[in-house]
């Protein structure tokens, strides 16, 4: 699907006739010539054009290419005409995925692929699994994308009766760069690296186009820049930025790599240097009309100029960011202009359309970040009315964001349980078809016992599935509200509200404002968390430095702390599950240092290493054994759920996991062997937003 959805219509414009070659990896016809001979056929014939038309008309016209693939359905199932039914189906199962409606997209697509293989149609067979490779890879279920994957690999691999493979030359290889996008976002980057470098290789031998040639290169310095070795990246990403604008596609792909650039840079300590790549590429994005990336580089400009504590230059660019949100908001698209969605500018697009769910989550993602950042800078400039309005502006991106994402979610498991049955009716399918050859050769009544066994062993196998699906969700889903519950216990409620009114008794009002906004978000963001697998870096950042100012205002001489987080982190990209250690902070608090004579020391650490994010909460309170001596003393029923409900959520979201989270708990002792402390260290695999 990835290589058959965009298609570039040769009279949109001439910016586009210029590189419509680019998308011939569909089967694309001219429409006007099959509608000129549409009202003059019949039967077949007329299936096979209306069939023609859909896919030709998806992508620019949605509504009239789903009409004519629903005749093209209707007719081919009054003449029987099996791949033209096929053939409807496969079109139908794409237009729903580029909508987003992924489980019917699943479904019509299954559907395809039986009819395929009862008529011995081996490229289409491959061309299918391929589509549903694209399926899962959307949805997110890539373990699966992997597994149908090799499968459609395999099967453009077979030889036909001629010798000739199914597939063609360019078959497996834009399949296998579907293959590196998945190891890519599944963290293993040195396998998408060895692919990508592959395609590189074979696509300078085989004359491949300027624009793929520039994509791979800047693909291959990104596995680079994923993995940490920042020479090699910036080798290819100069390579990228070197070659000659030959067209809009090379042009507008070169200011990727510039991006990274700066990434780099800025992560190196040459701020002025990554300034000088983002504001390139920002201004080349806001001038050519390309308002995501614009809104994108302008949000990244901002972070960089506040962590600097330049607020006057950050809030510039915020609000340029805000200002092209607006406006693509008002378009609703990423682009000034109609033409530019031709442009080749994120990379996929060469190989399959932007999706527009996806889209426009993307950039609710951005406006939300830029939302957050304006309120904070109007807040330190105590500008309170502003500030307001982007707090609530903020809360409203939030929220929008938060049903797009739940609407998203639903579909992804709805379409992973479509799969899974679809998976289990091919496989009893399989077993079907095994039983009737060992008819042939077996006497009739061995074969209906053998039968009926292997049935009953499969519909076991089915059932005990289900069970460990439902329970594994029913597991997270208890964890999730036993974790809730245990985050917004009782006494921190209480003791936060009398704060609060102790502040307006007091008549002290801008502290009473303060206190109350940060209490209300993160009451918000923790009932927002508590719900979902993943949060990005930057939310969890926020809830527990919220989290800490509220507790230092209840105990303003009992502890002091550091929040340090490593550069290298991409705090609104990076994702990891939410509130694994925020019982441990709250224990240091509460039990480490309540005790304490002294003030307390809590330090606390992000930073990356061997590809995952660490995450070390430190105190020097009274440790954990004396801790729990005085609990007991006062209450000895008192029984602390936190650390057993992580260690059960660790268990759960480990089984999904190839690469583990991992939990280490250090008593610290001092020179003369006296409890010091506590240290909680996290090993966590991220992913990518």
């Not at 910016?15 to 680019?22: D, L, N, P, S, V």
């Not at 962590?307 to 340029?320: D, F, I, M, P, V």
Request: glycine fraction near 4%; proline fraction near 2%; charge should be neutral.
């Amino acid at each position: 699907m990835l290589h058959r959805i965009l298609i570039c219509f040769v009279f949109v414009s001439l910016t586009c006739e210029c590189f419509a070659q680019k998308f011939l990896m569909i089967d694309y016809y001219n429409v006007d010539s099959l509608l000129l001979i549409l009202p003059n056929q019949q039967a077949e014939d007329r299936v096979n054009t209306l069939n023609r038309l859909a896919v030709s008309l998806y992508f620019e016209e949605i509504e009239l290419a789903e009409q004519y693939a629903e005749e093209a359905l209707n007719l081919a199932k009054e003449l029987d005409y099996q791949e033209g039914i096929a053939d409807a189906l496969r079109n139908l199962s794409e237009m729903y995925v580029y909508l987003g409606n992924y489980t019917d997209g699943l479904n019509f697509g299954f559907e395809a692929l039986r009819i395929y293989e009862k008529l011995d149609k081996k490229n289409a067979v491959a061309n299918l699994y391929a589509d549903l490779v694209t399926v899962h890879y959307l949805v997110g279920n890539l373990e699966k994308a992997l597994e149908y994957g090799y499968i459609a690999l395999g099967k453009f691999r077979e030889h036909l009766e001629g010798g000739a493979m199914v597939g063609s030359f360019r078959d497996t290889i834009n399949h296998r760069m579907t293959l590196g996008d998945t190891y890519s976002l599944l963290g293993m980057h040195d396998k998408s690296l060895k692919i990508f470098l592959e395609h590189l290789k074979v696509g300078k031998r085989n004359n491949f186009g300027d624009t793929e040639i520039v994509l791979h290169t800047f693909l291959v310095g990104a596995q680079f820049y994923f993995l940490g070795k920042t020479d090699s990246a910036k080798v290819y990403f100069k390579k990228a930025l070197a070659y000659p604008d030959v067209n809009p596609n090379v042009q507008a792909l070169k200011y990727r790599p510039l991006t990274y650039l700066g990434d780099l840079f800025y992560s190196a300590g040459e701020t002025d240097s990554a300034i000088f790549y983002k504001r390139t590429a920002f201004e080349w994005y806001n001038e050519k009309g390309f308002l995501y990336w614009a809104m994108s580089v302008a949000n990244q400009l901002g972070l960089i100029y506040k962590k600097n504590n330049e607020l006057n230059t950050a809030e510039k660019y915020y609000r340029q960011s805000e200002k092209l949100f607006n406006e693509a908001l008002s378009k609703n698209s990423w682009y000034r202009y109609d033409s530019l969605k031709y442009i080749v500018s994120y990379g996929v697009e060469l190989y399959g359309p932007l999706l527009p769910r996806h889209m426009k989550e993307m950039m609710w993602i951005q406006g939300k970040s830029m939302y957050y950042r304006l309120y904070q800078i109007n807040e330190t400039k105590r500008r309170t009315s502003e500030a307001l309005k982007y707090h609530i502006a903020y809360f409203n991106a939030v929220d929008t964001l938060n049903k797009l994402q739940r609407t998203r979610e639903t579909m992804e498991m709805q379409t992973r349980y479509e799969s899974d049955r679809k998976d289990q009716q091919i496989e009893t399918l399989s077993l079907e078809n095994e039983l009737k050859e060992s008819r042939l050769n077996q006497n009739r009544y061995f074969l209906f016992g053998a039968a009926g066994l292997l049935i009953l062993v499969v519909m076991f196998g089915i059932v005990l599935f289900h069970q460990n699906n439902l329970k594994t969700e029913q597991q997270m889903l208890g964890l999730q509200q036993k974790l809730f519950r245990s985050q917004m216990n009782p006494h921190f409620i209480f003791n936060s509200l009398a704060s609060i009114q102790n502040f307006v008794v007091k008549q002290d009002s801008k502290k009473a404002s303060i206190y109350l906004s940060r209490f209300s978000e993160l009451v918000r963001t923790i009932l927002e968390s508590s719900t979902r697998e993943y949060i990005t870096f930057e939310k969890e950042v926020s809830t527990i430095e919220n989290y800490l100012e509220l507790q230092r205002v209840r105990f303003p001489d009992k502890f002091k702390y550091s929040l340090e987080i490593d550069e290298r982190i991409d705090p609104e990209n990076m994702l990891i599950p939410p509130m694994l250690a925020q019982p441990f902070i709250e224990n240091s608090i509460e039990h480490g240092f309540k005790q304490k004579k002294t003030r307390g020391n809590l330090r606390i650490r992000f930073f990356i290493k061997n590809n995952l994010i660490v995450f070390e909460v430190e105190d020097d309170g009274i440790g954990r054994e004396k801790a729990q001596e005085i609990v007991f003393k006062q209450n000895k029923d008192h029984r602390s759920m936190a650390t057993d409900i992580t260690r059960e959520r660790l268990m759960v979201l480990n089984k999904k996991l190839k690469q583990k989270i991992t939990l280490l708990i250090t008593d610290l002792k001092n020179k003369k062997d006296e409890p010091a402390g506590t240290k909680v260290v996290f090993d966590i695999p991220f992913r990518h937003v």
